[in-house]
């Protein structure tokens, strides 16, 4: 199971209302947007995502929701910061993973870790793709196209994080669930110029 949070907000010489997707805000031309990443301690830490560093147990540090059927959950997001300082646009994405919004019932399943570092490793191929689409704001049309482009990405990202989890029925589909391993690996290849 998967869930998704949106770190953005528009930053002037004042704090402005949050962005989020779907809502609209005027952007002043001397606007920047950053990301409002939570600072490192206990209960805001997050994992940024690296082919060096896999997820583990240890990482699932939220309360399992007894609630719902699923036996995890993956808490990630897309942390998107771009601004126009003097004429230069500049922007960053990182991927990160949340230990205190992610939890599992079942810590003891290499299987089950195995699905939700899939989803970490999907929000890493939207991370790159909006990576790639952000190359095409610039100072003159960041106030048009920024929400647009960030808007997009974020509904490409949550129908596949659901399409994958409806496709592997959570992971317990062992074949598919490779299918779309060797996809998602295909894809982090493709967009290594992202990384």
Same mark, same amino acid.
């Given at each position: 199971?998967?869930? &998704?949070?949106?770190? $953005?907000?528009?930053?002037?010489?004042?704090?402005?209302?949050? &962005?989020?997707?779907?809502?609209?805000?005027?952007?002043?031309?001397?606007?920047?947007?950053?990301?409002?990443?939570?600072?490192?301690? #206990?209960?805001?830490? /997050?994992?940024?995502?690296?082919?060096?560093?896999? *997820?583990?147990?240890?990482?699932?540090?939220? %309360?399992?929701?007894?609630?719902?059927?699923?036996?995890?959950? #993956?808490?990630?997001?897309? @942390?998107?910061?771009?601004?126009?300082?003097?004429? %230069? =646009? #500049? =922007?960053?994405?990182?991927?990160?993973? $949340?230990?205190?919004?992610?939890?599992?019932?079942? +810590?003891?399943?290499?299987?089950?870790?195995?699905?939700?570092?899939?989803?970490?490793? $999907?929000?890493?191929?939207?991370?790159? %793709?909006?990576?790639?689409?952000?190359? %095409?704001?610039?100072? @003159?049309?960041?106030?048009?196209?920024?929400? *647009?482009? !960030?808007?997009?990405? &974020? +509904?490409?990202?949550?129908?596949?994080?659901?399409? &994958?989890?409806? !496709?592997?029925?959570?992971?317990?589909?062992?074949?598919?669930?490779?299918?779309?391993?060797?996809?998602?690996?295909?894809?982090?290849?493709?967009?290594?110029? /992202?990384?």
């Amino acid at each position: 199971m998967f869930t &998704f949070t949106l770190f $953005l907000s528009f930053w002037a010489r004042i704090l402005l209302p949050l &962005f989020s997707p779907g809502v609209s805000a005027a952007v002043p031309p001397a606007a920047s947007i950053a990301a409002t990443l939570p600072v490192e301690n #206990t209960k805001n830490e /997050y994992v940024v995502w690296s082919a060096d560093r896999r *997820l583990n147990w240890e990482d699932f540090k939220g %309360q399992p929701d007894d609630a719902t059927p699923h036996h995890a959950l #993956t808490a990630a997001n897309l @942390a998107v910061n771009a601004s126009c300082k003097n004429n %230069q =646009y #500049t =922007y960053t994405v990182k991927c990160v993973f $949340l230990p205190h919004e992610s939890w599992s019932k079942r +810590k003891s399943s290499e299987k089950l870790l195995a699905h939700e570092q899939l989803h970490f490793d $999907l929000t890493e191929v939207h991370a790159r %793709q909006l990576r790639h689409d952000l190359q %095409q704001i610039s100072c @003159a049309n960041l106030k048009t196209k920024l929400s *647009l482009v !960030v808007n997009d990405a &974020f +509904k490409r990202w949550k129908a596949e994080q659901d399409l &994958f989890d409806e !496709v592997s029925r959570h992971g317990l589909d062992k074949e598919e669930q490779q299918v779309w391993a060797a996809r998602i690996e295909t894809r982090l290849k493709k967009l290594e110029a /992202y990384q």
